[in-house]
């Protein structure tokens, strides 16, 4: 019964660690998602300022032009950037929608063993009692009964 219980404790440790790894793991995730979006965004609203600028047909000068050709292509490449960013966040959050999926796992498995333990040890403690039982009336039996007839 010993050796159960503490195998009991020990499978309800790791199961504690793994809570803790799984919040880690949706946290993480979260993260991932919200910076996602973020580059996401920064990649959208750069490409719209570019074409915005590249669009205006307001110029007089031509130094006006040239600066505002060389402001909207800045523009364009701080949006490939962010979008090349995006690419990268969105990489690290399925690596972290993968890391959850596999906390996850562990956890379901975890309380799989706990409660295959627990059962376990109380077939053992059931079948302990009925040995008990059984012998107790097996005494009970065969001791002569003395009648006072």
Do not use: C, W
Request: without cysteine.
């Amino acid at each position: 019964m010993k050796r159960e219980q503490r195998r009991l404790k020990t499978l309800e440790r790791q199961r504690r660690i793994a809570l803790t790894d799984r919040r880690e793991a949706i946290s993480q995730l979260a993260g991932a998602m919200a910076d996602e979006a973020q580059r996401a965004a920064l990649a959208e609203k750069g490409r719209s300022l570019a074409s915005g600028y590249t669009g205006r047909s307001d110029l007089v000068v031509a130094s006006e032009l040239r600066d505002r050709s060389r402001f909207a292509s800045e523009l364009s490449r701080i949006a490939r950037e962010a979008e090349k960013s995006r690419d990268h966040a969105a990489a690290a959050r399925d690596k972290a929608s993968r890391e959850l999926a596999k906390r996850e796992t562990r956890l379901e498995r975890l309380g799989d063993r706990i409660k295959h333990v627990r059962r376990e040890s109380e077939r053992k403690r059931e079948q302990l009692e009925a040995e008990r039982s059984s012998g107790l009336a097996r005494k009970l039996l065969s001791k002569p009964q003395n009648s006072k007839d």
